[in-house]
C-alpha cells in the first residue's frame, strides 16, 4: 500500500488560502448554512452598527467596550470560517497533485472500419474504442477489450510498481492519466468528457460536492434548537436586570448568547467531516459521500472474500509427506522435476519449497530424451520423462490412475493422508514414478501475516467478520479457524452475498462489504459501505460507495477505523462544546448581576473583576477555544477499540470535565490580563 503523504497541519500555502476564504465565506448566504455562525455574524453586524451609532452620537465612552466586543465577535465567525477553510485547503492542496497528473493527451481513435484516427482525448466520447501502446498515456477511463499490457498507476495510486491489465475478468478496467509501459491494449471509454474518475477524485477531495450526513444535519438542528433556547434565555435576563435597578445593553445581552450558544461544534462541525474524508484519501481510498464515511464508522458487520484478503491469494506448498520407506529427499526431488513444466503459482511454490528445504537448485537438461508435460486443467497433471523415469504430480484419482496404468498399486496408507490434508482444508497433491507412489504434497492456502490479530482487533471494536469463499465447508472451516473469522459462508454464489447482506440489514445492521469483479456489483451497490477496487472492472467502481485506489482488500479496517474515529471526534468536541457552555454560564452570570444582586459575591468563584470584564473574557475565550481546537479537528480524536460504553466514559471524563474545567481557568486568565491592560 501507498498511502499519500498528508500536508503539514499548518503549512504556510495552506494556510494564506485559508485567511482569505475565511473572508469570502462571510458571505451570509455561505453563513446561513450553519445556523449557528450565521447568529454570530448577524449579531457581529448588530452590535457594530449600535458601535458606530455610538461612536457618532453622545454616547461615545462606551464605543471602546462596544468595539472589542464587536471585534472579538467577528473574529468568531472568521475563526470558524478558517477551520473549515483548513480542512478545505488540505484537500485541495491533494486534489492539486492530482490534477497535475493530467496532461494534454491524444488519443488513438478505432473507427468502425477499423482505421486509426489521432484525436484529442477531450473529443472522446462513452463508447468509443482507442489503442494505447507503449508509452502512451491512457486517454480517458475504460474497459480493456484486447490486448494485455503493464500499466504505471503512480499518478493515481502513488505506486510505483506496474500493474497487469487485461480484457476479461476482474481486471480490465482502466483509468486515464495513467501509463502503458510495455505491449498494448484496446480500451472502450466509459466515461464522457468531464465525467473521468480523476475529475471525480478532484471534485470529491476538494470537497466541492460533499454533502452533510444524516448525523450531521441532525446534530445541526439540535445545535439550532440550544441556540434558540439560549436566545430565550439571554431575553428574560433583562427584566431581572431591571428589577435590581440595572439596564443590560443590547450588546452585552449579544455577547452574552454567543458565549452561551454552541459556537465551539458549531465552528468545527463542518471541518470535522470534511478532515475525515481527507483522512481516507491519506490512505488512498477516495469516498464518494460523507455518507459513506460516517457509515463506516457504524458498520456492525464486515464481508471479506477469502482470497487475496485473508489468504495471500494462492495455494502454496508448504510439506513433503513421503510414504513409508520413501525417503523425503527422494520425494522432494521427484517433486521439482515434476512441477518444471508447471508455470502455475502451485507449481512455483513446489519448486520453490524444494529449493529452500532441500537446498534442489538449477538443473541442466542436454539429454534429448527429456520430455516436460506442462500442467493442464484437462489431464490435472504435470511432469517429466526422462531416461527412463516418468514421474507424474497432479490430482489424487489422475495419479493415482497413472501409477496402475503402468502396473503399479496405491499403497495403503496414501489414503489416509490425502484425507487428512483434505479435512485440514488444504489440498493434496500426489507425485508418483512409475509404478510407484513417493508421496504427497501438502498445498494451502497461506493465511496473510497478522490477520488473527487484526480480526481480533474489529472484534474488540465491536464488528463481526464473515469470510465468504466459493471453497467447500471443510476448507472453509479450516481456513475460518486458523485466520480467526467469526463466521463463514462456503460454497458462496453473487446471489448468496446479496442474501447475507439483506439478511443482516433486515436485522438492523449496518453492513460493510469490499469486492472487484462485475459479480461483486449487485452486492456492493447494496452494503451500507461498499469498497471497489481501483483495480477491478467499472461496474464494481461505479457500484460502490468508496474506491480503494491500491486496490488493497485489507483496507477496510482502516476505513472502519477512521470512520470511528470521525463519529469520536465530532462526539468529543460536541460534548466538549456543551460542558464550555454551562462552565461559561456559571461563571459570567454571578460577574454581571453582582453589582445588582451583591448576594451573588458568593457564587462568583472566579473573582471577576467587574461585569465589563466578565463578558469580554468570555467572549474573547469564546472565539479563542475555537482556534485552539482546529488541530484535533482535523487529526481527530485517537480511536482506541474499547468498547462504546468505555469510549463515551473516556469522553465524558476528558472532553466533559476537561470542558467544565478549561473555562473557568481561561476565562480567569484572560479578565486579569484585561484589567492589567485597562480594557475594561
Known sequence: MSDRKAPSLWDRGIVRVALGESFRKLDPRVQIRNPVMFVVEVTALAVTIILVRDFLGARSSLAGFEFQIAIWLWFTVLFANFAEAMAEGRGKAQADNLRKTRTETKAKLVTASGEVQIVPATALQRGNIVRVEASEVIPGDGEVIEGIAAVNEASITGESAPVIRESGGDRSAVTGGTTVISDWIKVRITANPGETFLDRMIALVEGAERQRTPNEIALSILLAGLTLVFMLVCVSLQPFALYGGTIL??????????????????????????????????????????RAVEAAGDVDTLLLDKTGTITLGNRMATEFIPMLEVPVERLADAAQLASLADETAEGRSIT?????????????????????????????????????????????????????????????ELAGVVERIARSGGTPLVVAENSSVLGVIHLKDVIKEGIRERFARLRAMGLKTVMITGDNPLTAAAIAHESGVDEFQAEATPETKLRLIRDEQAQGKLVAMIGDGTNDAPALAQADVGIAMNAGTQAAREAGNMVDLDSNPTKIMEVVEIGKQLLITRGALTTFSIANDVAKYFAIIPAMFLLAYPELQSLNIMHLNNPQSAILSAVIFNALIIIALIPLALRGVQYRPLGAAAILTRNLLIYGVGGLIVPFIGIKLIDVIVVSLHLA
Open 352 to 412: 520453490a519449497l524444494a529449493k529452500r528445504d532441500f537446498n534442489l537448485r538449477g538443473r541442466e537438461f542436454t539429454d534429448k530424451e527429456t520430455h516436460f508435460i506442462a500442467f493442464s486443467a484437462m489431464t490435472r497433471m504435470s511432469g517429466i520423462d526422462q531416461n527412463g523415469r516418468r514421474i507424474r504430480k497432479g490430482a489424487t484419482e489422475q495419479v493415482v490412475k497413472f501409477v496402475k496404468d503402468n502396473g503399479g498399486t496405491p499403497p495403503a
Open 249 to 290: 445593553s443590547l450588546p452585552v445581552l449579544v455577547a452574552l448568547l454567543v458565549c452561551l450558544i454552541p459556537t465551539t461544534i458549531g465552528g468545527l462541525l463542518s471541518a470535522i467531516g470534511i478532515a475525515g474524508m481527507d483522512r481516507l484519501v491519506q490512505h488512498n481510498v477516495l469516498a464518494m459521500s460523507g
